[in-house]
């Protein structure tokens, strides 16, 4: 499967409601405004200066794409732990620093929380008296940083004392006022610097290089678990240069053991030299149910299979009946190579009298289970009491088995099953057989013929009717195309 490069993760919505970096899909990209935003806290002066040089979007998106690579503390997973906790803190500053008319991340308290994160400690007091020549306001807070966070040696190991003040128009702004950055700051005294300066004498603060300066250029991005939610959430607000559609095989089973669905997701992947492996991630959004929790399927929900041309990914989850949007992102990491998959689908309500199929299922691999324990709807590649691959592709050549597989439910059994293989000729369907008739069938069917030399070229199809014992039927059909070989 050829995959084209893709920009990964620009991400819009709620977390950046004040950053006007994305358009909606279709429209022209403003990405020029890109460091007009929280990202102007991060990026180095020779990145400003490699990105104020960038005259095209797809050259500022790969950009970008690489801007995010290089601060990924853990290349081998699909989340970029790091952009997820730098947007997740911009939105909590946006939502919480609400006392001046500019969005939260730009004030002095944004910009710190965005850089470092919570404080260990709050203190405040809105009515002390913090009149300098420069802080002209009333009111106090102050954040204490507890512990020198991975080990650094450039914060205090103790504690850093951020202190913010209010001005005259309400906003608390970062004061340069050397006193109360003092962890021996005294609320009931604020005009005493007697315990400020001596320790200061003693040479344990250094005004010249404060641990929150030191802060301040550092900016580190603590560590956080991975939620691929967040990500998908931003797949369908992600500008994608390129994109690359993803084929993906889907299944819809009935749950033997509920009223839903076993819905199964097969895919193809690509080869990725040394250890290297394609992470996969996978949304179910149910539609039509106000504030649904969306389903999703993680990175380590998918079982490999096969290799090269072959080499398969499969997930399954357990659905209730009803109205999905399903995305499937396949991204190798630490590259900008990466696909999607977007479709709507629908589970049907279990009717267990009425005579029904399953999704009939064209199959590169078929073939009953060794032991009747090893029967699952759980483990992958395993549908009941059969191995079933699925083709992700609906392209045979010559020489490969036309397997297919499903599931037939209600009724009377047994059943009779009838298969009719056509081709297309111009505009009208042409059965290439006689049909191919099998009574006393069961509740699962597999069906498997060789192609040969002898068959043509072209479109096909299998029309599968059943018969239950009191004259009920029900119908599928299967299409598939026959090409040569070396066509992809």
């Not at 301040?216 to 956080?224: A, C, I, K, N």
């Not at 072959?310 to 590259?335: K, M, N």
């Not at 289970?369 to 392209?395: K, M, Q, T, W």
């Not at 099998?438 to 030399?453: F, L």
Request: charged share 25%; aromatic share 8%; hydrophobic share 35%.
């Amino acid at each position: 499967m050829r995959l084209a490069p893709a920009l990964r993760g620009l991400a819009c919505g709620a977390a950046l409601a004040a950053i006007p970096v994305c358009a909606v899909r279709g429209e022209t990209t403003e990405l020029e405004a890109w460091l007009d935003s929280p990202i102007r806290y991060i990026a180095t002066t020779p990145e400003v200066k490699i990105f104020k040089g960038l005259d095209t979007d797809p050259a500022r998106a790969a950009f970008i794409e690489s801007f995010w690579s290089r601060r990924d503390p853990n290349p081998d997973t699909l989340v970029n732990e790091y952009r997820q906790l730098f947007w997740e803190r911009v939105k909590y500053a946006n939502e919480t620093f609400l006392d001046s008319a500019k969005p939260g991340w730009k004030t002095d308290r944004g910009k710190i929380y965005i850089l470092y994160g919570a404080p260990t400690r709050i203190e405040g007091d809105p009515t002390a008296d913090t009149r300098t020549e420069t802080d002209t306001g009333r009111g106090l807070i102050r954040w204490t940083y507890e512990g020198s966070e991975h080990g650094r040696k450039d914060v205090n190991p103790v504690a850093v004392v951020v202190p913010f003040v209010r001005d005259v128009g309400g906003e608390y702004r970062l004061s340069s006022d050397p006193k109360l950055v003092s962890e021996f700051y005294t609320w009931d005294d604020v005009e005493s610097r007697s315990a400020y300066e001596s320790v200061l004498q003693a040479g344990i603060i250094n005004p010249g290089r404060s641990p929150l300066s030191a802060m301040l250029d550092m900016g580190m991005m603590q560590t956080v678990p991975m939620q691929e939610e967040v990500l998908l959430a931003r797949v369908d607000t992600l500008e994608i240069f390129d994109d690359q559609m993803l084929p993906v095989a889907i299944q819809r089973y009935r749950d033997p053991d509920g009223e839903g669905a076993v819905l199964i997701l097969t895919l193809s992947v690509p080869e990725i030299a040394g250890d290297g492996r394609a992470a996969i991630l996978a949304r179910l959004v149910p539609q039509g149910v106000p504030q649904a929790e969306p389903r999703l399927l993680g990175e380590g929900s998918f079982r490999f299979d096969g290799e090269g041309a072959a080499r398969r990914a499969q997930g399954r989850i357990f659905v209730t009946s009803g109205s999905y949007e399903l995305t499937v992102l396949l991204v190798v990491p630490g590259t900008s190579t990466s696909a999607v998959h977007r479709s709507t689908l629908s589970i049907p309500d279990h009717d267990d009298r009425a005579l029904g199929l399953s999704d009939v299922t064209l199959a590169t691999r078929l073939e009953p289970v060794r032991y009747d324990a090893l029967a699952s709807y759980r483990e992958p590649y395993i549908v009941g009491g059969f191995h079933v691959v699925p083709r992700v592709s609906d392209r045979l050549r010559r020489g490969d088995e036309l397997s297919l597989f499903y599931e037939v439910y209600g009724g009377t059994r047994p059943y009779s099953v009838t298969y009719r293989l056509e081709l297309r000729n111009e505009s009208e369907w042409k059965p290439v057989s006689r049909p191919i008739v099998q009574e006393g069938a069961e509740g699962a069917q597999g069906w498997s013929v060789p192609t040969t030399d002898a068959w043509p070229f072209g479109e096909y199809r299998v029309r599968i009717a059943v018969e239950d014992a009191e004259g009920s039927t029900s119908t599928a059909e299967v299409d598939f195309d026959l090409v040569p070989d070396g066509t992809s």
